[in-house]
């Protein structure tokens, strides 16, 4: 029987990441994709980034209509929450849930203000949500905020911030290194229980990228419903990405978006390789 998956992630209007990725990587995976609303991200016409949160009570009525109509979930996964009301609710409403895996992106929905202004939010992320968590992906400028480590840009560093991470609670720590770590590799770490392992890939020269931190962990997380060992998941998520970023499309003259599509296609002209 097939995987069943919810993503608990706002719309990202440009089609590139959120619920749109989250939806388009689980359809990829072979896993059936559920969500539930928590925001909706649009920008206005002086490029001003938009986050409207749906209102707590609505998000409480779609989760808890999800959980009766789906009570073997395979996995969760968590994007942008909208504000702290949302991320409280959802909070108390996994505790319940905690032998399904849960993988959470912790989106920053204050990427457009300064640090101090989103301080509340991961404060709550750190103490309420990670340790309900089996997975936690976040980027560089999320791990500086969540570790409480400014300038993460070196390996080691990456190394001490997932370290700090994981004694909030949660079990796997996953930073995405992005092109930010010098060199012509980009790097993602893992920090399980045991040990760190580096996952490599050459940086492509490629504005095709938005999205790409949504659908990564998308993919980690149907790797998860999916029965994967943790770092075999987020090896094939990597690979994903990669195929992604490297065949998106394009959404403005300096921004292009991921495409979910692009991995089946890359083995499809592999296989059509081997046979010819």
Not at 122 to 151: C, H, Q, S, Y
Not at 236 to 261: M, T, Y
Request: hydrophobic share 45%; net charge neutral.
């Amino acid at each position: 029987m097939v995987k069943k998956v919810l993503t608990i992630s706002g719309s990202d209007s440009s089609g590139a990441g959120g619920m749109q990725a989250d939806l388009r990587t689980f359809a990829e995976y072979g896993v059936f994709g559920v969500q539930a609303l928590t925001c909706i991200t649009s920008i206005d016409e002086q490029q001003n980034f938009i986050i409207d949160p749906v209102p707590t009570a609505l998000l409480y009525e779609q989760l808890t209509s999800i959980f009766a109509m789906y009570p073997d979930l395979a996995a969760i996964k968590i994007g942008m929450l909208g504000n702290q009301e949302n991320l409280k609710l959802v909070a108390n409403l996994l505790k319940k849930k905690s032998s399904i895996p849960l993988i959470v992106d912790p989106v920053l929905a204050f990427k457009e203000t300064a640090a101090t202004l989103a301080q509340p939010f991961f404060e709550l992320m750190r103490n309420v949500l990670l340790p309900l968590a089996f997975v936690t992906t976040p980027n560089l400028v999320e791990a500086e905020l969540l570790a409480d480590i400014p300038k993460i840009g070196s390996i080691p560093k990456m190394k001490q911030a997932a370290k700090k991470i994981q004694e909030f609670g949660v079990e796997n720590v996953v930073i995405k290194g992005g092109q930010r770590i010098p060199g012509a590799t980009a790097v993602d770490l893992l920090l399980d229980n045991k040990k760190n392992y580096e996952f490599r890939y050459p940086k492509l020269d490629s504005h095709y990228i938005n999205g790409a931190g949504c659908t990564f962990a998308a993919g980690i997380t149907a790797g998860i419903a999916k029965g994967m060992p943790i770092k075999k998941a987020v090896e094939l998520a990597k690979e994903f990405v990669f195929a992604g970023i490297a065949d998106g499309c394009d959404f403005s003259p300096e921004l292009g978006n991921v495409w979910q599509g692009a991995y089946r296609e890359k083995r499809k002209e592999k296989f059509h390789e081997k046979n010819e």
